[in-house]
């Protein structure tokens, strides 16, 4: 997950992969000028200090979210504040522990839809 702090908000871009809600990366992209602090991350009543934590979503059980960083310099002084509120969409993937093979899965989805369809079972 990648919070941007930008105009005293937070701005939660879209991961390039689906990630765990158990064990969730927290990275930031700061605001110009604003890299030298270090965010401290609120949710709730839990705290987490750091450019890179990891949060575990599970435990909130909420379906909204209030996010609150601060950035603090080299003394604990509060530079800057960032709030925001989001929706938590619990959602989760089907599969083994093992390799699924998504190609081979498809080819055999697809097959299985033909075979329907010159049954007329499916429309």
Not at 100 to 106: G, N, P
Not at 114 to 120: F, P
């Given at each position: 997950m990648i919070l941007q702090l930008k105009n005293e908000n937070i701005i939660i871009k879209k991961p390039y992969v689906p990630e765990d809600i158990v064990n969730t990366k927290v990275s930031y992209i700061f605001e110009l000028g604003t890299n030298q602090y270090r965010p401290i991350l609120y949710i709730g009543q839990d705290t987490y200090s750091g450019s890179n934590v990891i949060v575990n979503f599970d435990k909130y059980k909420d379906e909204t979210l209030k996010?609150?960083?601060?950035?603090?310099?080299?003394?604990?002084?509060?530079?800057?504040?960032?709030?925001?509120?989001?929706?938590?969409?619990?959602?989760?993937?089907?599969?083994?522990?093992?390799?699924?093979?998504?190609?081979?899965?498809?080819?055999?989805?697809?097959?299985q839809i033909?075979?329907?369809?010159?049954?007329?079972e499916v429309i």
């Open positions: 996010l609150r960083v601060e950035l603090v310099d080299n003394v604990d002084r509060v530079m800057r504040i960032y709030e925001g509120s989001f929706i938590l969409y619990r959602t989760f993937s089907l599969g083994t522990r093992e390799n699924i093979d998504v190609y081979k899965a498809l080819i055999e989805a697809q097959e033909k075979l329907l369809e010159e049954r007329g």
